[in-house]
């Protein structure tokens, strides 16, 4: 009897060996509140009613507000404004469009501005380039019509600039595609290399550090998946191409590469088991050997399952210890949204949020596949950069936390975190949460209705979720009562920028709306 009950106390202890370093609830560190500081804020005299305005952080730290009106005649002034650190105007450039045109996306890179407009003729459209110092502008027009091999039904889906030349991905009813136009000689052509099933381009960015068009294509029968990444010249020449196959009963779902050095590169994604819709954890390879796959089971990670009450986190943890004496894989069934690989001092970040679809079909789709289309960004300006992956068919998406890896040189885990996200959820499928580098801390924020969430910690430490303050007026007695067509990203360093048409009552006089812009800083 003493024998057995000695046995299962070493089992207990070494049970909760094995979860001591995963479990984080109830452990909040005590630290400041490091309240985020609003008194740079910009109120404009606008109508949501008259006047769809967007927002766009710049390269060089600047912003470009754009006033595209919501009714007009067969000529609209457009209005652009770009604005300093301090929310000062800069310059202002109108013009006049014609026909109503359909705003489709934005990019930046370098010292240019592009916007694509898709016209009311199929398979025209045109690039509006803009200097970022001046507000100078250009407008380009073109038809794919005259394109032979292109099908009556191509839709443009997203487009980056890479030393003077568009890639624009499209897709048909038949295939997804890769559109290459030189800007200097209006010269048109499809890259053979990139043409596949229709829901196979999975990302695309490019590397201004290499000089590279980087695509990854996701392939899969339902069954397996696999990756293939592939390198292109400015000119729209195959450079390289790049097979990563898992072994049996693992698939890769989606991925991004490190910016730089070819001979760095590292791949990092999600993989599945059986199921590619949902993600198992996270794997890494670097990319001159793809059999170098590493991979990271949710599991394995602290902070991943730090939405869950203390309840279902023991659960979580103890049914995976049963499944490991059973030499067996506990599965999971999590969708992640990635953004943005950004690179700071030498380590990779890995941003993704986990989302549930509710309602729709759940049928898997991934044309057009992309998400808050209008933003596009150089690659490494941790922005979003509007991609989809396994993009269900739903009337909504209810979101539950935000995860950031932090990876070394070598495609190794160094450390993970996680934000709770209590009550997000969204009619389209787009990034909510935004990190901030801070000193020697990490910030996560989001707007939520009328206040600012957000977390503030260091590497894989602990720290509260809960904490908030609310949207701020000119002056601590003002109040912001309510927000339309609101929106907040990262914009430089700790600085984030929360914007959109918002009702605001001060304390003894009549309220305002106005379209505001606040500085949000850490």
Same mark, same amino acid.
């Given at each position: 009897m003493i024998r057995l009950a000695?046995?299962?106390l070493a089992a207990a202890i070494a049970f909760m060996g094995f979860l001591l370093?995963?479990?984080?609830? %109830?452990?909040?560190?005590? %630290?400041?509140?490091?309240?985020?500081? &609003?008194?740079? !804020?910009l109120e404009l005299e606008e109508k949501s009613f008259e006047k769809n305005i967007h927002v766009f952080p710049l390269p060089d730290s600047t912003i470009l507000v754009y006033k595209q009106p919501n009714f007009g005649s067969f000529k609209e002034k457009h209005s652009f404004q770009r604005y300093s650190k301090g929310l000062k105007l800069l310059w202002t450039s109108d013009l006049e469009l014609e026909d109503q045109p359909d705003f489709?996306?934005?990019?930046?890179?370098? =010292?240019?501005?592009?916007?694509?407009?898709?016209?009311?003729?199929? !398979?025209?459209?045109?690039?509006?380039?803009?200097?970022?110092? *001046? /507000?100078?502008h250009q407008k380009t027009n073109f038809n794919l019509k005259k394109q032979e091999d292109l099908d009556a039904d191509i839709k443009l889906d997203h487009f980056q600039v890479l030393n003077g030349n568009y890639f624009i991905s499209a897709h048909s009813s038949r295939n997804s595609l890769v559109i290459h136009i030189n800007e200097a000689t209006k010269d048109i052509k499809t890259i053979p290399a990139l043409y596949d099933q229709e829901n196979a381009l999975e990302e695309f960015h490019m590397d201004t550090l290499a000089n590279r068009a980087e695509f990854i294509l996701s392939e899969t =029968?339902?069954?397996? /998946?696999?990756?293939?990444?592939?390198?292109? *010249?400015?000119?729209?020449n195959l450079y390289s191409n790049t097979l990563l196959q898992p072994p049996f009963g693992r698939n890769l779902v989606s991925a991004q590469l490190t910016p730089g050095d070819s001979l760095q590169k590292l791949v990092i994604g999600t993989y599945s088991h059986r199921d590619t819709r949902y993600a198992q954890g996270f794997f890494s390879s670097a990319l001159t050997t793809p059999d170098s796959l590493r991979y990271i089971?949710?599991?394995?990670?602290?902070?991943?399952?730090?939405?869950?009450?203390?309840?279902?986190? !023991?659960?979580?943890?103890?049914?995976?210890?049963r499944f490991k004496s059973q030499d067996k894989d506990l599965r999971h069934r999590y969708r992640l949204l990635f953004h943005n690989l950004v690179q700071q001092? %030498?380590?990779?970040?890995?941003?993704?949020?986990?989302? &549930?679809?509710? /309602?729709?079909?759940?049928?898997?789709? !991934?044309?057009?596949g992309y998400y808050s289309r209008i933003y596009g960004f150089d690659r490494y300006f941790p922005y979003p950069n509007a991609y989809g992956r396994n993009t269900p068919d739903a009337s909504e998406y209810r979101y539950s936390h935000a995860v950031l890896?932090?990876?070394?040189?070598?495609?190794?885990?160094?450390?993970? =975190?996680?934000?709770?996200?209590?009550?997000?959820?969204?009619?389209?499928l787009g990034q909510t949460t935004y990190f901030a580098f801070t000193g020697e801390q990490i910030a996560m924020a989001y707007l939520h209705e009328e206040e600012i969430?957000?977390?503030?910690?260091?590497?894989?430490? *602990?720290?509260?979720?809960?904490?908030?303050?609310?949207?701020a007026g000119n002056n601590p007695q003002e109040k912001v009562t309510s927000v339309e067509d609101a929106g907040f990203v990262h914009w430089y360093g700790p600085h984030f920028l929360a914007f959109g048409f918002g009702r605001i009552k001060p304390p003894k006089s009549a309220a305002r709306e106005v379209f505001f812009l606040n500085k949000v800083s850490f």
């Open positions: 000695l046995k299962k370093p995963y479990i984080s609830w %109830g452990q909040e560190t005590e %630290g400041p509140n490091q309240e985020p500081d &609003q008194s740079v !804020r489709h996306q934005f990019y930046a890179s370098g =010292n240019s501005i592009y916007l694509l407009y898709l016209e009311n003729v199929p !398979r025209k459209f045109f690039i509006l380039k803009m200097n970022l110092k *001046t /507000g100078a =029968n339902g069954i397996k /998946g696999r990756l293939q990444v592939k390198r292109f *010249t400015p000119a729209g089971d949710f599991i394995q990670t602290k902070h991943f399952f730090d939405f869950l009450s203390k309840r279902a986190h !023991r659960k979580v943890y103890q049914k995976a210890e001092d %030498g380590v990779y970040y890995l941003f993704s949020e986990v989302f &549930q679809p509710q /309602g729709g079909s759940n049928n898997l789709y !991934r044309w057009p890896c932090a990876f070394d040189k070598n495609g190794k885990l160094l450390w993970d =975190n996680s934000f709770v996200l209590k009550d997000v959820v969204r009619n389209n969430r957000y977390k503030v910690f260091t590497r894989d430490s *602990t720290s509260a979720n809960d904490l908030s303050v609310p949207l």
